[in-house]
């Protein structure tokens, strides 16, 4: 059962435009939420966990537990945001993180 | 400091034969875990290292998939007989602990014709 749910696989914008990339989970008890990217020819790479609360490369995400979402958002999209972004989970089991499918971002100048 | 290495960077291979991958861990990370992200599929856990023994090895597809680690730090990920389903990327990431944060490494990139 696809427990991470990422329903965009491409999403365009333009630079300076506001992005939101979607994430909804399946899980009923208190999970730890995360963000990874990657850039192309790059490894991946932590971009945020929730539990951080901090706001990296002007991206922030907040866990909403009544919705079961933790979207990813960033007032002013640029260039060079884009890359392959990746929700993630990990549950009451130790260590193994659940991903989405990716949403593929890509920021037109 | 280094990161997360992994070897080869690529491997072609033919159908049925074995081949082994390989992860060196950031030092000091004691804990270790296999993912493989396929065309269209995302990342799927495969196992989980703490130390040598591996408590997490349910995402394994099949048992021609095995792994082991030894002093706490090297991976082998050995694939027999392989199929041409096998063919994805297979990422290695460590962390100081179950809970910390998992890094990466660069991925092997498998082939199987």
């Known amino acids: 059962a696809q427990r991470v749910t990422q329903p965009e696989k491409l999403l365009s914008v333009f630079k300076g435009a506001p992005v939101e990339l979607k994430c909804n989970y399946s899980?009923?008890?208190?999970?730890?939420l995360f963000w990874y990217v990657q850039y192309s020819r790059q490894r991946l790479q932590l971009l945020l966990r929730?539990?951080s609360r901090e706001s990296i490369k002007g991206f922030t995400a907040d866990l909403n537990k009544g919705e079961t979402s933790f979207h990813l958002k960033k007032p002013f999209a640029q260039e060079e945001d884009s890359a392959m972004y990746y929700c993630?989970?990990?549950?009451?089991?130790?260590?193994?993180?659940?991903f989405g499918r990716g949403t593929q971002l890509t920021v037109w100048p | 400091g280094a990161g997360v290495s992994q070897s080869p960077s690529n491997k072609v291979t033919e159908k049925g034969k074995d081949v082994e991958l390989r992860c060196d861990p950031i030092s000091g990370h004691t804990a270790l875990y296999w993912y493989r992200q396929s065309l269209g599929q995302g990342l799927e856990f495969l196992i989980y290292f703490q130390g040598n023994s591996a408590p997490d090895k349910s995402g394994l597809p099949s048992d021609r998939f095995s792994a082991e680690r030894t002093g706490g730090s090297v991976s082998t990920l050995t694939i027999q007989r392989t199929q041409q389903e096998d063919s994805a990327v297979y990422l290695c990431?460590?962390?100081?602990?179950?809970?910390?944060?998992?890094?990466f490494g660069p991925g092997t990139r498998l082939l199987v014709l």
């Open positions: 993630a989970y990990r549950g009451s089991t130790l260590g193994r993180l659940y």
């Open positions: 990431a460590s962390s100081l602990g179950p809970q910390e944060t998992q890094y």
């Open positions: 899980y009923s008890g208190s999970p730890e």
């Open positions: 929730h539990i």
